[in-house]
């Protein structure tokens, strides 16, 4: 038998032995979430930027209150952008994922506590910013309040958006993913 058959049966024998068995778990080895961020099941897409770790939820479009809850259940924070060159890195690896994963993520910038006054939700710190996109922030309406890399004819800049809006988000954290273990019952 050439190796490729070879291969292929072997496939076939490994899947006819485990193909009943389900992944049940995904156990955190290191339980101390003070030293690492609990790795969720449905979050592929992880990227590091100097000490930082970024989960970006494709798969989960929410608005900016749920968005910001639900990185705190990850031990995270929504995406502040601490820099023009993070903002740059950032925008960058949102262009090599998918066409189905280039979508609009919120950050945790907003003007929620004083009208014009944008601040980092994470840190209370200023946004400072050179990627708005052209004649943003604008709050539209007088009902713009959530910042999010908007995705305009390919070009992601930011926008503030009203913070009902479901879109994907970047969380964020200093620590690294913990270890996780697959447990297969069969
Ligand atoms: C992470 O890196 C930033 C930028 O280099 C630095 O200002 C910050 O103090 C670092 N934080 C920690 C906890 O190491
Ligand atoms: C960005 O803000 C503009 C108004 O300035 C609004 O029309 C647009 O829908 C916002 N983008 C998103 C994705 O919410
Ligand atoms: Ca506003
Ligand atoms: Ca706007």
Known sequence: ???????????LIVYLQY??????????????T??????PLNIPVITTYGNKTYYL????????????????????????????AEFDYIREFINSLTTAQKLNFWTSGNDLGTEGEYKWMSNGRRVFSNR???????????????IHFWHVSNV????DSTC???MAFICQSIKKPCSVQRSWQC
Do not use: R
């Open 1 to 11: 038998m050439i190796p490729s058959k070879l291969a292929t049966l072997f496939s």
């Open 19 to 32: 193909s009943h068995c389900c992944e049940i778990n995904l156990d955190v080895v290191e339980e101390n």
């Open 34 to 39: 003070d030293v690492c961020v609990k790795t």
């Open 57 to 84: 939820e494709v798969n989960n479009q929410i608005n900016w209150h749920n968005a910001y809850l639900a990185c705190k259940q990850y031990n995270m924070e929504l995406i502040n952008i601490d820099s023009d």
């Open 132 to 146: 708005w996109h052209k004649g943003q922030p604008d709050n539209y309406g007088g009902l713009e309040d959530c």
């Open 156 to 159: 992601y800049l930011l926008n």
């Open 164 to 166: 009902a809006s479901n």
